[in-house]
Protein backbone atom coordinates (compact mmCIF):
# COMPACT_ATOMS: atom_id res chain seq x y z
CA UNK A 1 0.00 0.00 0.00
CA UNK A 2 3.42 2.20 -0.40
CA UNK A 3 3.42 5.09 -2.59
CA UNK A 4 6.62 4.39 -4.67
CA UNK A 5 8.78 6.76 -6.54
CA UNK A 6 11.03 4.87 -9.41
CA UNK A 7 13.30 7.59 -11.24
CA UNK A 8 13.91 4.85 -14.01
CA UNK A 9 12.37 1.84 -15.58
CA UNK A 10 10.32 -0.82 -14.07
CA UNK A 11 11.33 -4.33 -15.11
CA UNK A 12 10.31 -8.11 -14.40
CA UNK A 13 12.17 -10.90 -15.27
CA UNK A 14 11.80 -14.74 -15.20
CA UNK A 15 8.37 -15.34 -12.78
CA UNK A 16 8.45 -12.66 -10.80
CA UNK A 17 5.49 -10.00 -10.05
CA UNK A 18 4.25 -7.90 -7.65
CA UNK A 19 0.71 -7.11 -5.93
CA UNK A 20 0.30 -2.63 -5.96
CA UNK A 21 -2.20 -1.45 -3.81
CA UNK A 22 -0.53 2.00 -3.31
CA UNK A 23 0.47 3.84 -5.99
CA UNK A 24 3.77 3.42 -8.05
CA UNK A 25 5.14 6.23 -10.04
CA UNK A 26 7.91 5.76 -12.88
CA UNK A 27 9.83 8.14 -15.08
CA UNK A 28 10.67 5.86 -17.83
CA UNK A 29 9.84 2.63 -19.17
CA UNK A 30 7.81 -0.44 -18.22
CA UNK A 31 8.86 -3.79 -19.19
CA UNK A 32 6.93 -7.12 -18.10
CA UNK A 33 9.43 -9.88 -19.12
CA UNK A 34 7.73 -12.45 -16.73
CA UNK A 35 6.00 -15.55 -17.44
CA UNK A 36 2.90 -13.81 -15.79
CA UNK A 37 1.51 -9.93 -16.63
CA UNK A 38 3.91 -8.72 -13.90
CA UNK A 39 0.63 -7.54 -11.97
CA UNK A 40 -1.07 -10.01 -9.46
CA UNK A 41 -4.75 -10.66 -10.08
CA UNK A 42 -5.58 -9.07 -6.76
CA UNK A 43 -3.72 -5.78 -7.14
CA UNK A 44 -6.29 -2.70 -7.47
CA UNK A 45 -3.92 0.11 -7.02
CA UNK A 46 -2.51 2.68 -9.44
CA UNK A 47 0.79 3.07 -11.78
CA UNK A 48 1.45 6.72 -13.31
CA UNK A 49 3.78 7.18 -15.79
CA UNK A 50 5.27 10.27 -15.68
CA UNK A 51 8.35 11.14 -17.86
CA UNK A 52 8.05 12.37 -21.04
CA UNK A 53 8.49 9.61 -23.71
CA UNK A 54 7.68 6.39 -22.05
CA UNK A 55 7.46 2.84 -23.33
CA UNK A 56 5.67 -0.24 -22.21
CA UNK A 57 6.99 -3.33 -23.64
CA UNK A 58 8.43 -6.66 -23.11
CA UNK A 59 7.85 -9.92 -23.92
CA UNK A 60 4.29 -10.53 -22.24
CA UNK A 61 1.28 -8.52 -21.49
CA UNK A 62 0.67 -6.26 -18.44
CA UNK A 63 -2.45 -6.44 -16.79
CA UNK A 64 -2.97 -3.05 -14.96
CA UNK A 65 -5.46 -2.27 -12.70
CA UNK A 66 -5.77 2.06 -12.59
CA UNK A 67 -3.57 3.36 -15.37
CA UNK A 68 -2.57 7.49 -15.10
CA UNK A 69 -0.44 9.03 -17.94
CA UNK A 70 0.95 12.51 -16.83
CA UNK A 71 3.10 15.40 -18.20
CA UNK A 72 0.92 17.37 -20.91
CA UNK A 73 2.16 16.68 -24.39
CA UNK A 74 3.99 13.64 -23.13
CA UNK A 75 3.99 10.22 -25.46
CA UNK A 76 3.13 6.58 -24.00
CA UNK A 77 4.08 3.96 -26.42
CA UNK A 78 3.13 0.32 -26.18
CA UNK A 79 5.64 -2.56 -27.39
CA UNK A 80 2.84 -5.15 -27.24
CA UNK A 81 -0.50 -5.35 -26.16
CA UNK A 82 -1.94 -4.04 -22.84
CA UNK A 83 -5.08 -4.58 -20.55
CA UNK A 84 -6.41 -2.12 -17.96
CA UNK A 85 -8.91 -3.70 -15.55
CA UNK A 86 -10.52 -0.72 -13.67
CA UNK A 87 -9.15 2.80 -15.27
CA UNK A 88 -7.22 4.50 -18.04
CA UNK A 89 -6.92 8.33 -16.81
CA UNK A 90 -4.68 9.43 -20.62
CA UNK A 91 -5.26 13.28 -18.97
CA UNK A 92 -3.08 15.26 -21.30
CA UNK A 93 -1.10 12.66 -22.80
CA UNK A 94 -0.87 10.37 -25.94
CA UNK A 95 -0.77 6.77 -25.70
CA UNK A 96 0.74 5.63 -28.89
CA UNK A 97 -0.79 2.07 -29.57
CA UNK A 98 1.68 1.39 -32.51
CA UNK A 99 0.69 -1.92 -33.91
CA UNK A 100 -1.10 -3.42 -30.91
CA UNK A 101 -3.91 -3.45 -28.68
CA UNK A 102 -4.81 -1.40 -25.81
CA UNK A 103 -7.72 -3.13 -23.96
CA UNK A 104 -10.16 -1.54 -21.16
CA UNK A 105 -11.75 -4.36 -19.84
CA UNK A 106 -13.80 -2.83 -17.24
CA UNK A 107 -17.06 -2.07 -19.28
CA UNK A 108 -18.08 1.10 -17.36
CA UNK A 109 -18.39 4.25 -19.23
CA UNK A 110 -16.31 5.91 -16.48
CA UNK A 111 -12.62 3.58 -17.32
CA UNK A 112 -11.39 5.65 -19.62
CA UNK A 113 -10.70 9.28 -18.47
CA UNK A 114 -9.02 11.71 -20.59
CA UNK A 115 -8.68 16.07 -20.55
CA UNK A 116 -6.89 16.87 -23.51
CA UNK A 117 -4.89 13.68 -23.91
CA UNK A 118 -6.21 10.82 -26.80
CA UNK A 119 -5.55 7.32 -28.47
CA UNK A 120 -3.20 7.53 -31.44
CA UNK A 121 -2.57 4.72 -33.74
CA UNK A 122 0.16 4.91 -36.45
CA UNK A 123 -0.49 0.83 -37.60
CA UNK A 124 -3.70 -0.26 -39.16
CA UNK A 125 -3.06 -3.12 -36.29
CA UNK A 126 -3.56 -1.19 -33.55
CA UNK A 127 -6.72 -0.16 -32.17
CA UNK A 128 -8.11 0.85 -28.52
CA UNK A 129 -10.58 -1.85 -27.47
CA UNK A 130 -13.48 -1.44 -24.73
CA UNK A 131 -15.77 -3.86 -23.10
CA UNK A 132 -19.06 -3.01 -23.00
CA UNK A 133 -22.55 -4.56 -21.37
CA UNK A 134 -24.88 -1.31 -21.53
CA UNK A 135 -26.50 0.36 -24.56
CA UNK A 136 -25.50 3.36 -23.81
CA UNK A 137 -22.15 5.33 -25.91
CA UNK A 138 -18.61 4.49 -25.49
CA UNK A 139 -16.59 7.06 -26.00
CA UNK A 140 -13.45 6.33 -27.78
CA UNK A 141 -11.14 9.56 -27.74
CA UNK A 142 -8.91 8.33 -30.88
CA UNK A 143 -6.85 11.34 -32.52
CA UNK A 144 -3.48 11.68 -34.35
CA UNK A 145 -1.01 15.12 -34.36
CA UNK A 146 -1.44 15.20 -38.10
CA UNK A 147 -4.82 16.47 -38.12
CA UNK A 148 -5.98 19.86 -37.27
CA UNK A 149 -7.43 19.45 -33.31
CA UNK A 150 -6.09 16.16 -33.28
CA UNK A 151 -9.36 14.17 -32.19
CA UNK A 152 -11.87 12.39 -34.25
CA UNK A 153 -13.16 10.85 -31.91
CA UNK A 154 -16.09 7.94 -31.95
CA UNK A 155 -18.86 7.11 -30.27
CA UNK A 156 -20.09 3.39 -30.56
CA UNK A 157 -23.50 2.43 -28.91
CA UNK A 158 -23.82 -1.31 -28.76
CA UNK A 159 -27.45 -2.72 -29.63
CA UNK A 160 -27.85 -5.05 -26.17
CA UNK A 161 -26.45 -5.41 -23.05
CA UNK A 162 -24.80 -8.42 -23.89
CA UNK A 163 -20.77 -8.72 -23.15
CA UNK A 164 -18.72 -7.63 -26.28
CA UNK A 165 -15.29 -6.19 -26.95
CA UNK A 166 -14.97 -2.74 -29.73
CA UNK A 167 -11.88 -1.35 -31.07
CA UNK A 168 -11.75 1.79 -32.72
CA UNK A 169 -8.50 3.50 -34.61
CA UNK A 170 -8.08 6.59 -36.82
CA UNK A 171 -5.60 6.74 -39.21
CA UNK A 172 -4.01 10.13 -40.68
CA UNK A 173 -3.23 8.72 -43.49
CA UNK A 174 -4.22 8.37 -47.07
CA UNK A 175 -6.02 5.17 -47.37
CA UNK A 176 -5.22 4.15 -50.69
CA UNK A 177 -1.54 4.31 -49.40
CA UNK A 178 -1.63 2.61 -45.92
CA UNK A 179 -0.02 -0.62 -45.76
CA UNK A 180 -0.88 -3.44 -43.96
CA UNK A 181 -3.90 -5.78 -42.34
CA UNK A 182 -7.16 -4.50 -40.46
CA UNK A 183 -8.63 -6.59 -37.65
CA UNK A 184 -11.12 -7.31 -39.49
CA UNK A 185 -8.39 -8.91 -42.36
CA UNK A 186 -9.15 -6.11 -44.56
CA UNK A 187 -5.77 -6.05 -46.64
CA UNK A 188 -4.78 -2.48 -47.69
CA UNK A 189 -4.55 -0.38 -50.02
CA UNK A 190 -7.68 0.90 -50.04
CA UNK A 191 -8.59 2.66 -53.16
CA UNK A 192 -10.35 5.71 -53.60
CA UNK A 193 -10.70 5.09 -56.72
CA UNK A 194 -12.31 1.75 -56.59
CA UNK A 195 -16.05 2.77 -55.07
CA UNK A 196 -19.42 1.71 -56.52
CA UNK A 197 -20.94 4.70 -58.49
CA UNK A 198 -23.29 6.47 -56.75
CA UNK A 199 -20.22 7.14 -53.79
CA UNK A 200 -18.63 10.78 -54.85
CA UNK A 201 -15.34 11.61 -54.03
CA UNK A 202 -13.27 10.26 -50.63
CA UNK A 203 -11.47 11.22 -47.88
CA UNK A 204 -7.83 11.15 -48.29
CA UNK A 205 -7.16 12.93 -45.21
CA UNK A 206 -7.41 10.55 -42.47
CA UNK A 207 -9.88 7.08 -42.22
CA UNK A 208 -11.59 4.96 -39.47
CA UNK A 209 -11.78 1.53 -38.30
CA UNK A 210 -14.25 0.47 -36.37
CA UNK A 211 -14.70 -3.66 -35.28
CA UNK A 212 -16.19 -5.74 -32.90
CA UNK A 213 -13.90 -8.21 -31.45
CA UNK A 214 -15.56 -10.42 -29.27
CA UNK A 215 -20.01 -10.42 -28.51
CA UNK A 216 -23.00 -10.91 -30.11
CA UNK A 217 -24.23 -6.98 -29.76
CA UNK A 218 -24.32 -5.23 -32.71
CA UNK A 219 -23.26 -1.57 -32.51
CA UNK A 220 -24.47 2.17 -34.45
CA UNK A 221 -21.20 4.23 -34.48
CA UNK A 222 -21.11 8.17 -34.37
CA UNK A 223 -17.93 9.47 -35.80
CA UNK A 224 -17.51 13.12 -35.38
CA UNK A 225 -15.11 15.72 -37.17
CA UNK A 226 -14.43 19.21 -38.06
CA UNK A 227 -15.96 21.81 -40.81
CA UNK A 228 -12.05 21.91 -41.69
CA UNK A 229 -12.51 18.64 -42.97
CA UNK A 230 -14.84 19.89 -45.85
CA UNK A 231 -12.42 22.55 -47.22
CA UNK A 232 -12.91 20.16 -50.77
CA UNK A 233 -15.91 18.19 -50.18
CA UNK A 234 -19.07 18.63 -48.10
CA UNK A 235 -19.46 15.17 -47.54
CA UNK A 236 -23.10 13.20 -46.54
CA UNK A 237 -22.49 9.76 -45.61
CA UNK A 238 -19.34 7.18 -44.70
CA UNK A 239 -18.33 4.22 -47.12
CA UNK A 240 -17.12 1.23 -45.98
CA UNK A 241 -13.99 -0.88 -48.06
CA UNK A 242 -15.81 -4.14 -49.19
CA UNK A 243 -13.27 -6.86 -48.79
CA UNK A 244 -15.47 -9.16 -50.92
CA UNK A 245 -15.81 -6.49 -53.50
CA UNK A 246 -12.58 -4.63 -53.05
CA UNK A 247 -14.19 -1.41 -53.07
CA UNK A 248 -15.97 1.23 -51.16
CA UNK A 249 -19.54 1.04 -50.46
CA UNK A 250 -21.62 3.59 -48.92
CA UNK A 251 -22.68 2.56 -45.78
CA UNK A 252 -25.59 5.22 -45.34
CA UNK A 253 -24.28 7.33 -42.64
CA UNK A 254 -26.09 10.86 -41.99
CA UNK A 255 -24.16 13.79 -41.58
CA UNK A 256 -25.08 15.91 -39.03
CA UNK A 257 -24.52 19.48 -37.05
CA UNK A 258 -22.54 18.04 -33.72
CA UNK A 259 -24.37 18.30 -30.14
CA UNK A 260 -21.98 20.00 -27.69
CA UNK A 261 -19.02 17.81 -27.18
CA UNK A 262 -15.92 19.99 -25.27
CA UNK A 263 -14.89 16.32 -24.27
CA UNK A 264 -13.78 15.71 -27.98
CA UNK A 265 -12.64 19.29 -28.83
CA UNK A 266 -15.80 20.85 -30.12
CA UNK A 267 -16.57 18.79 -33.33
CA UNK A 268 -19.35 20.50 -35.86
CA UNK A 269 -20.00 17.57 -37.51
CA UNK A 270 -20.99 14.00 -36.80
CA UNK A 271 -21.68 11.04 -38.93
CA UNK A 272 -24.77 8.72 -37.57
CA UNK A 273 -24.77 5.45 -38.80
CA UNK A 274 -28.30 4.64 -39.96
CA UNK A 275 -28.02 0.71 -39.19
CA UNK A 276 -26.48 -0.95 -37.22
CA UNK A 277 -22.86 -1.90 -38.55
CA UNK A 278 -22.31 -5.46 -39.37
CA UNK A 279 -18.77 -5.66 -38.69
CA UNK A 280 -17.39 -8.32 -41.33
CA UNK A 281 -15.27 -5.00 -42.54
CA UNK A 282 -14.37 -2.25 -40.82
CA UNK A 283 -12.70 0.54 -42.59
CA UNK A 284 -14.73 3.66 -43.21
CA UNK A 285 -14.05 7.23 -44.75
CA UNK A 286 -16.23 9.98 -45.24
CA UNK A 287 -17.67 10.32 -48.75
CA UNK A 288 -18.93 13.05 -50.55
CA UNK A 289 -22.53 13.91 -50.94
CA UNK A 290 -24.18 10.69 -52.01
CA UNK A 291 -27.13 10.56 -54.83
CA UNK A 292 -30.05 8.47 -53.38
CA UNK A 293 -30.97 6.19 -56.81
CA UNK A 294 -35.00 7.36 -56.02
CA UNK A 295 -37.24 4.56 -57.57
CA UNK A 296 -40.40 5.75 -57.00
CA UNK A 297 -42.16 9.07 -56.55
CA UNK A 298 -46.48 9.46 -56.28
CA UNK A 299 -47.41 13.02 -57.55
CA UNK A 300 -51.26 13.17 -56.95
CA UNK A 301 -51.18 16.50 -54.79
CA UNK A 302 -51.56 15.46 -51.55
CA UNK A 303 -48.58 16.92 -50.53
CA UNK A 304 -46.19 13.92 -49.67
CA UNK A 305 -43.79 12.97 -51.93
CA UNK A 306 -45.50 15.08 -55.07
CA UNK A 307 -42.60 16.24 -56.56
CA UNK A 308 -39.10 13.61 -58.17
CA UNK A 309 -36.78 14.29 -55.42
CA UNK A 310 -32.84 13.41 -55.43
CA UNK A 311 -31.15 14.17 -52.33
CA UNK A 312 -27.86 15.37 -52.79
CA UNK A 313 -28.50 16.79 -56.05
CA UNK A 314 -27.79 20.72 -54.88
CA UNK A 315 -24.18 19.31 -54.70
CA UNK A 316 -23.72 19.20 -58.37
CA UNK A 317 -25.25 22.35 -60.07
CA UNK A 318 -24.38 21.05 -63.59
CA UNK A 319 -26.22 18.04 -64.01
CA UNK A 320 -28.58 17.07 -66.07
CA UNK A 321 -32.03 14.90 -66.29
CA UNK A 322 -33.75 12.51 -68.97
CA UNK A 323 -36.32 10.68 -67.79
CA UNK A 324 -38.03 7.72 -70.77
CA UNK A 325 -40.78 6.02 -70.88
CA UNK A 326 -41.12 2.46 -71.26
CA UNK A 327 -40.71 3.01 -75.54
CA UNK A 328 -37.77 5.09 -75.23
CA UNK A 329 -39.74 8.41 -75.93
CA UNK A 330 -38.46 10.97 -73.92
CA UNK A 331 -41.35 12.10 -70.95
CA UNK A 332 -38.97 15.07 -69.26
CA UNK A 333 -35.72 16.51 -69.60
CA UNK A 334 -34.07 19.58 -67.60
CA UNK A 335 -30.53 20.94 -67.21
CA UNK A 336 -29.80 21.50 -64.04
CA UNK A 337 -32.66 19.93 -62.63
CA UNK A 338 -33.59 21.07 -59.28
CA UNK A 339 -35.93 18.69 -57.99
CA UNK A 340 -38.96 20.07 -59.02
CA UNK A 341 -40.78 17.52 -61.65
CA UNK A 342 -44.08 16.78 -60.66
CA UNK A 343 -44.88 14.34 -63.14
CA UNK A 344 -46.44 16.15 -66.38
CA UNK A 345 -45.07 15.66 -69.37
CA UNK A 346 -42.57 18.01 -70.44
CA UNK A 347 -39.12 18.16 -72.37
CA UNK A 348 -37.01 20.78 -72.37
CA UNK A 349 -40.15 23.20 -70.82
CA UNK A 350 -42.28 22.46 -73.19
CA UNK A 351 -45.02 20.82 -72.46
CA UNK A 352 -45.89 17.91 -74.34
CA UNK A 353 -49.03 16.64 -72.58
CA UNK A 354 -51.81 18.86 -70.87
CA UNK A 355 -52.33 15.45 -68.75
CA UNK A 356 -50.31 14.01 -66.12
CA UNK A 357 -47.68 11.27 -66.76
CA UNK A 358 -49.48 7.79 -66.30
CA UNK A 359 -48.91 5.57 -63.03
CA UNK A 360 -46.10 3.57 -65.39
CA UNK A 361 -42.48 2.26 -65.02
CA UNK A 362 -40.09 4.99 -65.81
CA UNK A 363 -36.59 4.98 -66.62
CA UNK A 364 -34.20 7.71 -65.94
CA UNK A 365 -30.38 8.98 -67.30
CA UNK A 366 -29.06 11.51 -64.52
CA UNK A 367 -25.70 12.85 -65.48
CA UNK A 368 -23.69 14.88 -62.15
CA UNK A 369 -20.59 16.40 -63.80
CA UNK A 370 -18.50 16.00 -66.50
CA UNK A 371 -15.98 13.84 -64.17
CA UNK A 372 -18.71 11.79 -63.10
CA UNK A 373 -20.38 8.39 -64.80
CA UNK A 374 -24.06 8.83 -65.47
CA UNK A 375 -26.51 6.84 -63.46
Known amino acids: TAIINVLGTVQYDNSSSSEIDGEVTLTEDWIN ?36 FLTSGSVKSTLINMEVANSLNLTDAVLQTNSYYTHITNPSLSSLLW ?39 VEIDPTSSDSSVYGVRVSAENPSVVSGVSAAGSTSPFSVNDKELRLGEL ?16 ATAKVY ?34 PLKPEFKGPDKVAVSKRVLTHEDDVYTLARQKILAITSFTPNNDGFNDFFEIPGLEYYPNNKLE ?49 TDPI
Open 203 to 218: NTYFFHNMYKFYGNSN
Open 33 to 68: NSISTGLTATSNGKVIFSGINQNIGGTNTTRFYDLE
Open 225 to 258: FYDSDETDYLYGSMAKWSSSENKWLDDYFSIRNS
Open 115 to 153: TNGYVESNDLAGYLLRSTNSTNSYAFPVGNFDLVNSLRA
Open 323 to 371: VYNRWGELVYSASPYTNDWDGTNRSNGLKLQSDMSQEDTYFYILTLDET
